[in-house]
């Protein structure tokens, strides 16, 4: 394997790990601010802009104030000239860039970058070279020789850079970057031959020529040039032939048109990876140090002709860029700027929404589509659903009302919501009670109370549970004096002993808040022994003592419904 396919396999395998990395690290990002509503981010000549888009007096929110981007590279570079390549060579640069748009940034970049070559056929067209000249003579002898350079570029560039996938209408931001750049370039060069070995002595193709000629088959290419490595052991001591023109230290100073593409990966807010292609076109023919060829034939030393294209050559690299910039977004070409655009759209922030207005014709605060009572009187209290409230339901509504709540056995009332309460019922048996008994007092007269059964470890009422209760709940209010002690079981654990609480609780509770009784009527036990844990027991407690309410025993073990 050859140093060539080595060089690209070392920079795939590293571009790939990198593009791992990227993806890894990326999927951790979190993004970077808009910088839309912080000031800090606004430049002081686009502040006014700003206020006034804070405002609402201007639509469109200022630029913010963006990161600068600093990179580094280095890669593979090759060529295009007169002689061809002499295996890899490589270079490396830096650059600084600067986004003036989401779209569009500017880029200085300097590379320094190591071009070689060496022909496989040989010429005799050296004649027309004065440097060469000077070491084979005109060429007119028939001597032939093989071209070769080394050549040191120094390219300072000046690009405009169009980022094409940043601006997105189905994703608020992307992992990576595609661009096209162009711009011009002042590049120079240094370059050399080999002409003389380590000894002085001039270089003599002669066994080269005998080995591989005369015809120097295309074919045979790699092993030619084998050989001329072989002899050329010697340095690159011989300044190459130049054109007259512009110099800077020396060297050659010449115009230069760049143009190329990338691709940026990024790895978080901060830094970024690139692999790009660059070309450059530069308008000397003497990057080589030959601008005169011939087509070689044994015998013919006319046919020479001077070349008529410029060289060129290509940077591929591979580099690594970072974001500098305190109180500033990201570079630009990072961002969509759809993104606040849907943002604001799907969560209003700055947006000035007019409050909604629907009609309510009576103005009793329901609005007309869930209004059922459409003509309530001016100042009567509703309900949800904009009908007049009758809190006790006697068909008086409140605003009319004398008595807001009259008793369910004083109704039916008057016009003015006043009802006339029969004597109870209970006074009559306490009285026929206490006579029977010589005076004293007796257990009221409810009949059997019924016992309330609950599965497993439950606390929920069951449907037949919940008849029991309905059935016993009529008996009690049509006798008002009787009192209920509703009786659970089980002390042998704290557990036990929350659970027979909860039980008793949800029976009272029922009673109370569904069938409307008072809790003065009811003597909370729980916790008792002498029946099933799993039973609720309803026993006549008139004429007993004790509480309606306890606190929970254990209320960290309380069963959840």
């Not at 009609?359 to 609005?367: K, R």
């Not at 309900?383 to 009758?390: A, E």
């Not at 005076?439 to 606390?459: A, E, H, Q, W």
């Amino acid at each position: 394997m050859n140093k060539r396919v080595l060089l690209k396999t070392a920079v795939l395998s590293f571009t790939f790990l990198l593009l791992l990395s990227a993806t890894v690290l990326y999927g951790q990002s979190d993004g970077s601010p808009s910088g839309l509503y912080d000031s800090s981010y606004i430049p002081k000549n686009r502040q006014k802009q700003h206020n006034e888009f804070l405002n609402n007096a201007y639509p469109f929110p200022a630029k913010p104030r963006n990161q600068w981007e600093l990179g580094i590279k280095g890669g593979y570079t090759t060529g295009f000239t007169d002689v061809r390549n002499w295996g890899p060579t490589g270079g490396f640069g830096f650059h600084v860039r600067k986004a003036l748009g989401y779209m569009f940034s500017i880029r200085a970049e300097y590379d320094w970058i190591r071009l070689r070559g060496l022909s496989y056929q040989p010429t005799h067209a050296y004649g027309k070279n004065s440097v060469l000249a000077s070491y084979y003579g005109n060429g007119s002898s028939g001597q032939n020789i093989f071209y070769n350079y080394r050549s040191t570029v120094h390219e300072l560039s000046l690009q405009g850079v169009f980022t094409i996938n940043n601006i997105n209408f189905h994703k608020a931001k992307t992992g990576w970057n595609m661009y096209f750049f162009g711009g011009i370039a002042a590049m120079t060069y240094s370059t050399f031959y080999k002409t003389v070995d380590d000894n002085g002595a001039v270089y003599d193709y002669t066994s080269v020529i005998t080995q591989f000629g005369p015809q120097f088959s295309y074919s045979d290419r790699k092993d030619i040039r084998k050989a001329l490595k072989d002899k050329l052991t010697g340095s690159w001591s011989t300044l190459a032939q130049r054109n007259p023109g512009p110099k800077l230290g020396g060297a050659p100073l010449t115009a230069v048109a760049v143009a190329g593409m990338g691709f940026q990966f990024k790895l978080n807010n901060t830094w970024n990876i690139a692999i790009e292609e660059k070309f450059s076109f530069c308008n000397s023919d003497l990057l080589d140090g030959q601008q005169w060829q011939n087509n070689y034939a044994p015998g013919n030393y006319q046919s020479i002709a001077q070349s008529k294209s410029a060289d060129s050559y290509n940077f591929l690299s591979l580099g690594i860029n970072y974001n500098i910039g305190k109180h500033a977004v990201q570079p630009l070409w990072w961002l969509n700027p759809l993104d606040y655009a849907y943002n604001e759209i799907n969560a209003p922030r700055h947006m000035k929404l007019p409050k909604p207005v629907l009609d309510d014709a009576d103005g009793d605060g329901v609005t007309d589509q869930f209004d059922l009572e459409p003509n309530t009187p001016k100042g009567s209290p509703v309900d949800t659903h904009g009908v007049s409230r009758d809190t006790d339901g006697d068909g008086v509504p409140d605003f009319k009302d004398k008595e807001l709540i009259t008793p369910t056995q004083c109704q039916p009332v008057d016009a003015d919501g006043v009802g006339k309460c029969p004597d109870p019922q209970c006074c009559k048996d306490l009285k026929d009670a206490m006579e029977s008994n010589g005076g004293g007092l007796r257990k009221c007269n409810v009949g059997d109370l019924p016992s309330i059964t609950f599965k497993g470890r439950s606390v929920v009422l069951s449907k037949d549970a919940q008849a029991l209760l309905a059935s016993t709940a009529d008996k009690l209010k049509n006798s008002p004096n009787c009192k209920v002690a509703v009786i659970g079981y089980g002390e042998s654990s704290k557990a036990a002993q929350q659970l027979s609480w909860d039980r008793v609780n949800a029976v009272i509770n029922y009673l109370i808040e569904k069938e409307g009784l008072n809790a003065d009527r009811f003597i909370f036990r729980y916790g008792q022994t002498g029946g099933e844990e799993s039973t609720v027991d309803l026993k006549d407690g008139t004429g007993e003592e004790g509480p309606n309410n306890v606190p929970a025993p254990h209320p960290n073990l309380r069963r959840k419904k």
